[in-house]
């Protein structure tokens, strides 16, 4: 059974870091497109950050170049957000989802959502003083 679960997600103070994780369960990550996203209270879903089915290409929200980095681990079969510099405008639920499809390519924030058809549940990560 296709499954994704996230974790790390949690209370933090303004300019703190934390590192969320998307386990992956029922296929390998090196073979699909994973993706980050999260939705703040009154807004829309939106894209955060992705990773191709190779692992060699990422992007990027603007709103978070430069402070969040995705990775992965074949080995562990997870995905990662490490998230630094965190800030209110951070505040949110943060999920992980996976475009299954055979042969999947590359990925951008901006891609329809509806490319992503497994979805964990979701972590909420606040950051407040």
């Known amino acids: 059974q296709l499954q994704l679960v996230e974790s790390g997600g949690g209370l933090v103070q303004p300019g703190g870091s934390l590192r969320l994780s998307c386990a992956v369960s029922g296929f390998s990550v090196d073979f699909f497109v994973i993706g980050w996203f999260r939705q703040a209270p009154g807004k829309e879903r939106e894209g955060v950050s992705c990773i191709s089915s190779s692992g060699l290409r990422t992007d990027y929200a603007e709103s978070v170049k430069g402070r969040f980095t995705i990775s992965r681990d074949v080995h562990e079969n997870a995905v990662y957000l490490q998230m630094s510099s965190l800030t209110p405008e951070d505040t949110a639920v943060y999920f992980c989802?996976?475009?299954?499809?055979?042969?999947?390519?590359?990925?951008?924030?901006?891609?329809?959502?509806?490319?992503?058809?497994?979805w964990g549940p979701g972590t909420q990560v606040t950051v407040s003083s």
């Open positions: 989802a996976a475009d299954v499809r055979p042969f999947p390519g590359l990925c951008t924030v901006d891609d329809d959502q509806g490319r992503y058809d497994r």
